[in-house]
């Protein structure tokens, strides 16, 4: 049985995202979901961890469900479910 290091789990997982579903999730980036807008603080499997702004406590929610990624400067980079 193999050991990883602390925080492996979340760069495989955020890589994961990256990759099959073809969106720029990142720790720090901007989300809207549904009308709130959030930062990813996380991920895990195939959920990101958001906190949505004025939240204590972040949510586990889908990649690709009902979220819009947000890029510097507010470009909107959006989604499509197919």
């Known amino acids: 049985m ?3 290091s602390p ?16 969106v ?3 720790r720090g980036g901007r ?8 930062t990813i603080v996380g991920s895990v499997d ?3 961890r958001v906190r949505l702004d004025g ?3 972040s949510i586990r929610i889908h990649a690709v469900w009902e979220v819009t ?3 510097p ?3 909107i980079v959006p989604y499509l479910c197919r």
């Open 2 to 4: 193999s050991r990883r």
């Open 7 to 22: 925080g492996t789990e979340e760069i495989m997982s955020m890589n994961y995202i990256r990759n099959y579903y073809g």
């Open 24 to 26: 720029p999730a990142k």
């Open 31 to 38: 989300i809207k979901f549904g009308n709130d807008l959030g």
């Open 46 to 48: 195939c959920h990101l």
């Open 55 to 57: 939240a204590k406590r």
């Open 69 to 71: 990624y947000l890029d």
């Open 73 to 75: 400067p507010n470009a």
